[in-house]
């Protein structure tokens, strides 16, 4: 018998690392190296940063988002073998470009969701190398809403949101946020979380990118009052933070702010 939301708990576990330009295999083994540390149960969720498999290596990203499917395929083998929920995000080549895709993997296998990045970031130039996306993603998994977000989605209060008024219970969030605005990601995750009531856990890289933008980590995860649940510095780490999704609905009735909203005066 499947659990109720009020009676499901389980762990999310947040990786942060240094990304190594371009190789997918390093990265995955690094990957494994850090889920090698974890105490899993059946049922938890492992987080991965933005672009995980290759970072942002423009030189040469179609040839990585060409062989996105190693990584993907390893997800779906770790998800099956722990018996845990994947998500992060990897480059994706589709009929017109290469969207910045973060995929959802469940203990199975299988792929019930991905969400192309709608917001590509200027400064960096992702607007010049992807398709952005075009509409919010939430998911079913195990009788949760998942959200899902990449790195610049942060700053765009419109997309958290939708994904709150589309049911959300939790979003995941895949960063490379860097070191010198930091502390806006650990602002803007704990404000999601606390402005529409419901669990927000980012993952972000840390360390030189590789092209010489350093990463900021921080990793962290905030429950649905924006209380921040547990927070990484700029090292490579894990956070494993206790996650009872019930939690969303009994804060959302004990402090009604969302059923006050009046969009009909917003206009």
Not at 181 to 208: D, K, P, Y
Request: proline share 4%; with cysteine; charged share 20%.
């Amino acid at each position: 018998m499947s659990l109720t939301k009020s009676e499901r708990k389980f762990s999310i576990h947040i990786l942060q690392f240094q990304i190594a330009l371009g190789s997918i295999d390093k990265n995955i083994h690094r990957a494994e190296q850090l889920i090698q540390k974890l105490t899993i149960a059946k049922g938890d969720l492992i987080l991965l940063p933005e672009m995980f498999s290759s970072g942002f290596w423009y030189d040469e990203l179609e040839a990585m988002a060409q062989e996105s499917g190693k990584a993907v395929s390893w997800m779906k083998s770790e998800a099956r073998s722990l018996g845990v929920a994947m998500a992060g995000s990897v480059p994706e080549k589709i009929d017109n470009g290469i969207v910045n895709s973060m995929l959802f993997v469940d203990e199975y296998g299988n792929v019930p969701g991905s969400y192309s990045k709608i917001h590509l970031f200027p400064l960096t130039g992702e607007e010049k190398a992807f398709i952005p996306g075009s509409r919010p993603v939430v998911l079913d998994w195990s009788g949760l809403r998942i959200g899902l977000m990449i790195c610049f989605d942060l700053r765009f209060p419109e997309l958290s949101r939708r994904l709150c008024l589309n049911g959300a219970d939790i979003i995941l969030v895949s960063a490379q946020w860097p070191e010198a605005r930091i502390e806006h990601f650990f602002n803007l995750v704990h404000v999601r979380a606390m402005e529409n009531q419901f669990f927000v856990a980012a993952s972000n890289a840390c360390g030189n990118d590789g092209t010489g933008l350093i990463l900021g980590g921080r990793s962290l995860c905030a429950d649905p009052m924006g209380n921040v649940m547990g927070c990484l510095d700029a090292n490579e780490d894990i956070l494993s933070v206790h996650v009872s999704p019930g939690d969303v609905t009994r804060i959302r009735k004990e402090f009604p702010v969302l059923s006050l909203r009046r969009p009909d005066s917003y206009r």
